[in-house]
């Protein structure tokens, strides 16, 4: 069983960075891999950035070049810097661990609202 908790999750005017926190709890985090997601209202929860037990990462266009996802596995944490923000990034960010289909959770999720 792993439990997730995100935080970093905030307000900040547009240009500015956040940087969101994924923390895990239980054993053999290290051979997750993980993904960030996002929900903004109305909308449907879509794939923002993930890292395999490998170090691997994947990004969704629309962030490519402003996102970065890292993991420290001695820390059971994964990261999402995100730079550049813009309005249309505000949504709640969900954090994803999986190891197959049969192990998969999220967290509970962090808001974070980019308006001037």
């Known amino acids: 069983q792993v439990q997730l908790v995100e935080s970093g999750g905030g307000l900040v005017q547009p240009g500015g960075s956040l940087r969101l926190s994924c923390v895990a709890s239980?054993?053999?985090?290290?051979?997750?891999?993980v993904d960030w997601y996002r929900q903004a209202p109305g909308k449907q929860r879509e794939l923002v950035a993930g890292?395999?037990?490998?170090?691997?990462?994947n990004y969704a266009d629309s962030v490519k070049g402003r996102f970065t996802i890292s993991r420290d596995n001695a820390m059971n944490t994964v990261y999402l810097q995100m730079n550049s923000l813009k309005p249309e990034d505000t949504a709640v960010y969900y954090c994803?661990?999986?190891?197959?289909?049969?192990?998969?959770?999220w967290g509970q999720g962090t808001q974070v609202t980019v308006s001037s």
């Open positions: 890292i395999t037990s490998g170090g691997s990462t």
């Open positions: 994803k661990a999986s190891r197959s289909v049969n192990y998969v959770y």
């Open positions: 239980g054993s053999f985090f290290s051979i997750y891999a």
